[in-house]
């Protein structure tokens, strides 16, 4: 039986039990639907069956996609049961942006009336600010030097007239707030480790979770507690960029299709690395919004190096400042945490911070691929949504509004399909009968959205990056947004993975980094404590050496590419100690990185017991 006091809810950003009618509700998985994965231990208690529950719709990851589709279901069809589930130990725990907010989606969820505006109802309830941009700001580095471009040679799409600086995380807590008050149910704390597969239609109808209280040895402990099975009709997975159901599914049901047979591009990434800083309110310039380029990830204008970074002033007293670095990289001495310190001490950057103190530390990866890169967006029993699908769009350096959106199309394409005759809400199960449908109206749903439009727009324009390095890819982008918004009679390929980017190490020469100063710069690990960072110590590592890729830790990582992993990772989860690759899974932030940038992808994501991993609060 699960224990009433593993379920937890949130209102207002504060964890909450929930009523043990919860777990009373629970029935024995007596289903016949086989399922695909299998328990790591064996033993009676752990290959007992599943208790079970059951949704119209259950919803994977507590982020704006997520939280926005299930707001937009409960708008639609109130009497649909809506669950949204997320491994955070509550919602906006594991949520990472820079963040300028532009708004256009969230009006379009929430429009404004006279006794509703959505700013005031978000700072009200969050006790944050969503800070109109005052000033925008685009710099080119050198050095010792910056360069101030002129607005009117930037793209439209770069304009942050209209938006908004505020704190995803926070923003994520009033939208679950929202979401709840229209009867939708939240349960963060728990993490998705398992799809169910039906295998009479091979469509998907739920998933399970991990099971907590296994020891390190693969054995049950004194708390063990069997994971449960959340059944639905629909289930939409907006896990965010590389979320390890999303990835499952794309290979599962070829989503991603065979490149030799009008397959999409190989998503590629960037790793965003982020702090959070009080200053003196008198050094605050409320709105300000910066994004540099050049130094230090560009020496030239050929640099093969994709990133930038961003710095924004948030009222009341706040600096919100970090560095995107493309994965695409080639070179393995690259160390994006120490690119991000080494950023600071520019002298355009670093008045920024007088006065001030470093609060908050996050890091997450995002997709970079873009247009060409989105899958196919169903299959039987579901479909992908936000980041998990990959709406972010990098030459606006935003993905928020596209990942809302993204959610509320594939609500109205569930609320459409939906057969009222199979309601959960009305039996508390799903049908004997119930087969798992493919709503593919949400595909022509998104081809004819202004995410769509948004996108088309600069479809090329990643791949001018990785083609021509910064110049290049600067000039094709302006050529882009101003004149042929996407309508190029052509297409740059982009066909290599990130992990196959980065070259041998004896092309290059060890990058040596300035040594922090603990007041402007900060070594790794002081840094990962005020990230919250935790973890059950005694549990099989979710982080996994892949069987078949045994031998790149072993002999071609460090051989090789002077093992990468021990510099791209932003929170020191990888060593090698006398050449063996030590793995500190307890420090991992769940950025994903390990997953995308290590050679021949040799690591493998899983998710940790729910409610691991950082404790973002103002991220």
């Not at 290059?508 to 040594?515: G, H, L, R």
């Amino acid at each position: 039986m699960i224990s009433p006091w593993m379920l937890r809810s949130t209102t207002r950003g504060v964890s909450k039990f929930v009523p043990t009618s919860f777990s009373k509700s629970l029935q024995k998985n007596t289903s016949s639907r086989g399922r695909r994965w299998l328990s790591v231990a064996s033993s009676s208690s752990i290959d007992e069956p599943r208790e079970s529950m059951a949704f119209d719709v259950l919803i994977v990851g507590g982020g704006p996609s997520g939280l926005s589709a299930s707001i937009k279901l409960k708008q639609l069809n109130p009497d649909l049961s809506v669950c949204v589930m997320d491994k955070g130990s509550e919602i906006g725990s594991h949520i990472v942006s820079g963040n300028v907010f532009d708004p256009k989606a969230m009006q379009e969820l929430f429009p404004s009336t006279e006794n509703f505006d959505w700013r005031s109802e978000f700072e009200d309830s969050q006790g944050a600010s969503a800070t109109a941009v005052t000033k925008d700001q685009f710099t080119l580095l050198t050095e010792t030097s910056s360069y101030n471009i002129p607005n009117l040679f930037l793209p439209s799409q770069l304009h942050n007239d209209g938006n908004y600086i505020l704190s995803l995380s926070q923003l994520c807590r009033w939208l679950a707030t929202q979401a709840e008050e229209l009867g939708v149910e939240i349960y963060p704390g728990f993490a998705a480790s398992e799809v169910l597969i039906d295998n009479n239609s091979n469509g998907v109808y739920g998933i399970a979770t991990r099971d907590v209280g296994i020891g390190k040895d693969g054995t049950p402990k004194s708390t063990f507690e069997r994971g449960m099975e959340l059944h639905a009709r629909q289930t939409l997975f907006a896990e965010g960029a590389r979320g390890s159901c999303s990835e499952f599914l794309m290979k599962q049901f070829q989503l991603r299709g065979d490149k030799n047979n009008n397959g999409v591009m190989p998503q590629t990434y960037g790793l965003g690395i982020k702090e959070v800083w009080e200053i003196p309110e008198e050094n605050l310039q409320p709105g300000f919004v910066q994004h540099t380029l050049g130094w230090p990830l560009q020496n030239s204008f050929t640099s093969d190096v994709f990133g930038g970074s961003f710095l924004y002033h948030l009222e009341p007293n706040l600096i919100l400042a970090g560095v995107v670095v493309g994965l695409d990289y080639q070179n393995p001495y690259l160390n994006p945490y120490k690119e991000f310190q080494k950023w600071k001490t520019h002298p355009s950057i670093a008045k920024h911070f007088e006065g001030g103190t470093c609060i908050s530390y996050g890091a997450r990866v995002l997709n970079e691929g873009g247009y060409h890169a989105i899958p196919k967006l169903t299959f039987p029993g579901g479909a992908l949504i936000g980041c998990s699908a990959g709406f972010l769009n990098a030459v606006k350096i935003k993905g928020t509004h596209t990942a809302m959106k993204s959610g509320m199309l594939a609500a109205e394409a569930v609320v459409e399909g939906l057969d009222e005759a199979g309601s959960v809400a009305e039996t508390g199960e799903l049908s004997a009968d119930h087969v798992p449908q493919e709503l593919t109206s949400f595909t022509d749903k998104f081809q004819n959205s202004w995410i769509h439009d948004e996108l088309y727009e600069v479809r090329n324009c990643h791949q001018a990056f990785a083609k021509w390095g910064m110049g290049g890819g600067l000039v094709y982008t302006g050529l882009a947004a101003h004149i042929t918004k996407g309508r190029e009679p052509w297409t740059l390929d982009h066909t290599i993975l990130d992990s196959d980017a980065t070259k041998p190490s004896d092309n290059f020469e060890e990058i040596q980094y300035p040594p922090p100063d603990n007041k402007l710069t900060f070594d790794l690990l002081t840094n990962l404590q005020r990230s919250g960072t935790f973890h059950e110590d005694d549990q099989p590592a979710h982080l996994r050496i892949k069987p078949d890729k045994a031998d790149i830790p072993k002999s071609i990582s460090l051989q090789q590419y002077a093992g990468p992993e021990q510099r791209f990772c932003p929170a020191s989860v990888y060593e090698y100690v006398e050449e063996k690759l030590v793995i500190n899974a307890q420090n991992c932030v769940h950025c994903k990185c390990c997953s995308i940038k290590t050679p021949g992808e040799f690591i493998e994501w899983t998710v940790p017991e729910g409610g691991g991993g950082p404790q973002y609060q103002v991220m």
